[in-house]
Every structure is written in C-alpha cells, then in structure tokens.
C-alpha cells in the first residue's frame, strides 16, 4: 500500500508552538555556545534524520509519528507528509528531490525493525515507493555521491550501498568488516550509520564499535584505498562538518561532540536536557552553528530499559566553528 499523504498549506497551524514554551534556551557559555528549542514534537516521537533543502529550510523524518516534517525559521513543525511507513535517513538529489529509507514497522521492543525500503518525494509531489533493496537489512544514512548517485549506510552486515536514482541499479559501494558489528555483539545499536563526504574522503560512524571511520573517493567516485579509523573512541550516530573543517557529531544520548581536524575530541559545553537521545546535525550555509534533533529518549526506553519518553526537539546551536 502506498504512502497516505497529507499536504498542509505553509500557513497552516504549526505543531508544537506552545511547547517550545516549556524548555527555555540555554544561557550562552563562556565559549559562546547556545541551544534554542525551535520546534518541538510531542511524545512519544523519533525525529531521525535531517537535511537542508534547496529553499533553505529544514525537513525531518518523524520515524514513530510516520511523517515528514518542515521547519522554516520563526516557525514550528509543518506536517509535510503523512506515511504508512517508518522514515529513517534522507538526503536531497541535487534536483531537490529527497530521498529517504523507511522501515514497515516501528520499534516497540528491544529490536531495530528490517529497514529495506527507499522513497522518492519530487519537488511538488507525495513521496512514493522507489524501490526495496532485498538484501539490506538496516538501511541508515544516506548521502549523496553525485547527481543521481546516492550512498545509503547499512547497519548490519559491513555494506555502503550504492544507488543509481535513475537507472534504480543497486550494488556495494564498499563492503568491510569496518563496518560492521564485532562478533557476538547483541545489542540492536547500529554499526554503519552516519555518512558524509568531505575533502575526497566518505567519513562513516560505525555507533557499535564506536569508531569513526573514512576510505578516500577516487575520481572515478569508487574507493580509492583502505578504510581507515580517523577517530576512536566515538559514540557518534550522525555528524556534520562545520565551513571551518571541525566535524560534530550526536551520541544518541544528550551530548554534541567536536573532532577538530587534528583529531582532538571535545564535548560541546551549554548542551543540556533539550537535547536528550541527541540523533542528527545539519548547517546551513551562512549559519554561526548547526541543527540538531533529538527522541526525547525514546530508544534509550525501548531499547535500553530508560525512563518514558519526553518530547523531541529541534535546536538551533549558536556560536559554534
């Protein structure tokens, strides 16, 4: 069965507005840093992935609500669309057509659900089923290698997938034991995850063995050596480089951490409970920090015994380099 989809007018009521109300902004640090909730989602949520869309503003995949969501600034949440899927990572083509993984169940145990799924939404259009790739088995982030060339992160089984949006052809991109979980790991923590590409390198979060990985992208856009461990320990689940070259990353806990290009880990001061099961980072072009998203918590209670779920928020990050 296909996506139901609503489509709301800009103008139409944005979801959580008197919510924001209940977490004030963090007071700026002596290092400039602060965390303004802008948009909130109600409990229990997942906000997942976020990417900047070619008209500057946000979109976020709800993966429990089963929606996509907008944020235009001054503004809370607009409902994009509605699905009868679960969304996980997404990525804009450079087309402006947004691409995103989906899982046919959610979590209501201590299992992640088999996410094989990809969707197309065009500029204007509902989002609609592209495709399954059938032997994947935990679809996570995704990016974008060239035009019509997206790469997808897979949880499980050592896999960068890569997929021709225009001829639907899928194939490995990269395949390590890097990438994957180490033998008897038992936990349902993803291992290949986050993904970016960034000075000739794809940079990829293995969350379960908490290592940052990266294998130089040749001219060809195929690897073009050995996948290397840039960083470790890091908890990281996805990450975003600033204009200055620092790369930030969430924890799926409360913390945003900074890798400098020299590979020295910092914790971001001025983060606080607005940013509890911290999940995805996105910076926009001209801004003096990044994005991020939360899940209130909401993986911490299903998978690892937690407290119940609190509301998840998007945060602006001021004075960040």
Known sequence: ????VLWQA??????????QAQIPPAPATAGGVRAIVVAQQPAPSFLESIAVGPDGALYVTDFQGRQILRHVD???????????????GMVFDSDGTLYFGAAE??????RSPPTQLVYRMAPGEAPRRLLRIDD??????????APGRLLLADGRGGVIWHLDTRSLEVSRWLHDDALDIESGFALPTPAANGLKIHAGHLYVSNTARGTLLRVPVGGDLAPA??????ARPVRADD??????????????RKEIMRITPDRVVSEVPGIGPEL?????????????GPFAINDGGFIAHHWYGGPAPVASNLVRLHGLD
Do not use: Q
């Open 136 to 145: 994947a088995r935990a679809l996570n982030g995704m990016t974008l290698l």
């Open 74 to 88: 001054g503004k809370g949440f607009d409902v994009l669309a509605r699905l009868d899927v679960h969304p996980w």
């Open 105 to 110: 169940r959610g979590i209501v145990d201590r």
């Open 1 to 4: 069965m296909g996506p139901r």
């Open 239 to 252: 990450f975003v480089f600033s204009p200055a070259g620092n790369l930030y990353y969430t924890t799926h």
């Open 10 to 19: 800009l103008a139409c009521a944005f979801i959580g507005a008197a919510a």
């Open 225 to 230: 050596g050995a996948v290397e461990i840039f």
């Open 276 to 288: 509890v099961g911290s999940t995805a980072l996105a910076w926009r072009t001209g801004d003096d």
